[in-house]
C-alpha cells in the first residue's frame, strides 16, 4: 500500500498553521496501515450504524422517560453526539473516496474550515472517551437493581463502547495527532464547566456531583484533577498513535511516496501501454 500523502494548503493565518490544522492529511483519514481502504470503509460502516443505533435509542428513551430537556447538559451524551458526528463525517468522505476512484474531491473541494473541523473533531473524540468511561465508572456509577435491559445497555454503550468505537478510528486511520491541539481540548473541557454552572443557574442542579460547589476545597480539586485527566487522555493518545506508527515502520506497512515518484510511475505505466498498444 502507497500513500502520497499530501497535506491540506498552507493557511495564511498564523493560528491555524501553530495549531496545526493545515497539516491535516487527508489521504490519512479514508486509508489504512493494516487493512485495504475497502475493508476499512466495511469497519467504519459497522461502527457508524451501531454508533447511530445507540445515539437515536438514547434520544427516544430519554424522551419517552420525559428527561429529555437535560439530555444536552451531560457532557457524556455531547461526547456521544461529537463521537457520532466524526464518525458519520468520516464516512461519508470515505464513501466519495471510494466512489471517486480514490480521489480526494470531497476533501479538497470544501471549504478549509470543515477539514480544520474534522480534524480538531478528530483531536476531542480520542480524549473525551477516554475521560468518559474512566470517570463514570470511577466516580458516578452506582448499583440499581430496577434498571430495563435496554437501560443498561444503553448505559455501557455510552460509558464503555464508545471507547472502542473510537479505538477503532485510531487504529485503522492514519491520521497524526498534533501536540498544540490540546490547548483546544482543554478550553473545550473549560467552556463545559461553564455550561455546568448555566445549568445549575437555570434547572437548579448539578450536571454532575463531583462540579457542585458546596463541596468546598474539595470541589476545586475535583475540577483541577478532572482537568488535568483531560490533559493526560490527550499524550496518553498521542503515545497510542506512536506505537500505531512505529509498529507499521517496523512491520514494513507504512509505505509513503512522494508525489514526483507517483507521477513517474504513472508516466511509464502510461508509456508502456502505449508502446504495447503499437
Not at 5 to 27: C, H, Q, V
Not at 217 to 227: N, R, S, T, W
Request: net charge neutral; glycine share 4%.
Amino acid at each position: 500500500m502507497v500513500y502520497v500523502d499530501e497535506p491540506l494548503k498552507p493557511s495564511r493565518y498564523a493560528i491555524i498553521r501553530w495549531f496545526g490544522f493545515d497539516k491535516f492529511i487527508p489521504e490519512a483519514a479514508v486509508t489504512s496501515h493494516w487493512v485495504s481502504t475497502e475493508v476499512f470503509l466495511v469497519i467504519r460502516t459497522i461502527v457508524t450504524l451501531y454508533s447511530t443505533i445507540v445515539l437515536w435509542t438514547n434520544i427516544g428513551s430519554t424522551a419517552h422517560n420525559g428527561a429529555f430537556q437535560q439530555f444536552f447538559a451531560f457532557f457524556t451524551n455531547l461526547t456521544f453526539i461529537g463521537l457520532h458526528a466524526y464518525l458519520v463525517t468520516a464516512l461519508y468522505h470515505h464513501v466519495r473516496y471510494i466512489l471517486g476512484k480514490k480521489q480526494l474531491e470531497s476533501f479538497i473541494n470544501q471549504p478549509s474550515i470543515l477539514n480544520y473541523l474534522y480534524y480538531y473533531l478528530y483531536h476531542t473524540i480520542l480524549v473525551f472517551n477516554i475521560i468518559t468511561p474512566v470517570v463514570y465508572w470511577s466516580l458516578l456509577a452506582g448499583g440499581d437493581n430496577n434498571v430495563t435491559a435496554m437501560a443498561v445497555w444503553l448505559n455501557v454503550s455510552v460509558h464503555g463502547v464508545s471507547f472502542f468505537l473510537m479505538m477503532s478510528e485510531m487504529i485503522f486511520c492514519r491520521i497524526k495527532m498534533q501536540i498544540n491541539m490540546v490547548l483546544l481540548v482543554f478550553i473545550n473541557v473549560v467552556l463545559y464547566m461553564f455550561l455546568s454552572f448555566i445549568v445549575h443557574a437555570s434547572a437548579g442542579f448539578w450536571v454532575y456531583p463531583f462540579l457542585d460547589w458546596d463541596q468546598g476545597a474539595v470541589a476545586a480539586g475535583l475540577y483541577i484533577g478532572v482537568a488535568a485527566c483531560f490533559i493526560v487522555a490527550f499524550f496518553i493518545q498521542m503515545l497510542f498513535h506512536f506505537i500505531r506508527d512505529w509498529i507499521a515502520k517496523v512491520t514494513g506497512r507504512n509505505s509513503v511516496a512522494n508525489k514526483e515518484q507517483i507521477q513517474l510511475q504513472h508516466s511509464e505505466m502510461s508509456e508502456h501501454r502505449d508502446l504495447e498498444a503499437a
